[in-house]
C-alpha cells in the first residue's frame, strides 16, 4: 500500500552533517505521520523524529533535539531528516516509517510501512 525508500547515508566526522531522505509512494493519503527510527549494534530500535501533517506538529527525542529537524515536501511525496552536529554515538542505521496515526507517536508499533534503512556511521 505504502512504499518508503530511505537514502542520504554516509560517513561523517564527528560535527558533520547529513540530511536523509525518505522517498513515498503508493496510497500515501491514507498515512497522517511519518517518523524516523534509528537502531545501532546491540541496541534496539528508538525513536528520533517525528511529525504528523493533521495534528500539524512534530516531536524529538530529547538526544537529538537542536541538533536534527524533520521536514514535508509534499509535492514531491518526500520526508527528510536534517542532521547537524553529528556525535558518534549517532551512528546507527536509520529507518522511516508512516502511519495512520493523527498524533506523533514514539512507538514502533503505531507506524504500519518501513523503509529499508540507511546506514550513518559518525567517526571520531
Known amino acids: 500500500q505504502v512504499q518508503l525508500v530511505e537514502s542520504g547515508g554516509g560517513l561523517v566526522q564527528a560535527g558533520g552533517s547529513l540530511r536523509l531522505s525518505c522517498a513515498a509512494s503508493g496510497r500515501i493519503f491514507s498515512s497522517n505521520s511519518m517518523g524516523w527510527f534509528r537502531q545501532a549494534p546491540g541496541k534496539e530500535r528508538e525513536f528520533v523524529a517525528g511529525m504528523s501533517w493533521s495534528a500539524g506538529s512534530t516531536k524529538y527525542a530529547n538526544s537529538v533535539k537542536g541538533r536534527f529537524t524533520i521536514s514535508r515536501d509534499n509535492d514531491k511525496n518526500m520526508v527528510y531528516l536534517q542532521m547537524n552536529s553529528l556525535k558518534p554515538e549517532d551512528t546507527a542505521v536509520y529507518s522511516c516509517?508512516?502511519?495512520?496515526?493523527?498524533?506523533?507517536?514514539?512507538?514502533?508499533?503505531?507506524?504500519?510501512?518501513w523503509g529499508q534503512g540507511t546506514q550513518v556511521t559518525v567517526s571520531s
Open positions: 516509517a508512516a502511519g495512520a496515526s493523527y498524533r506523533v507517536s514514539v512507538d514502533s508499533k503505531d507506524y504500519d510501512y
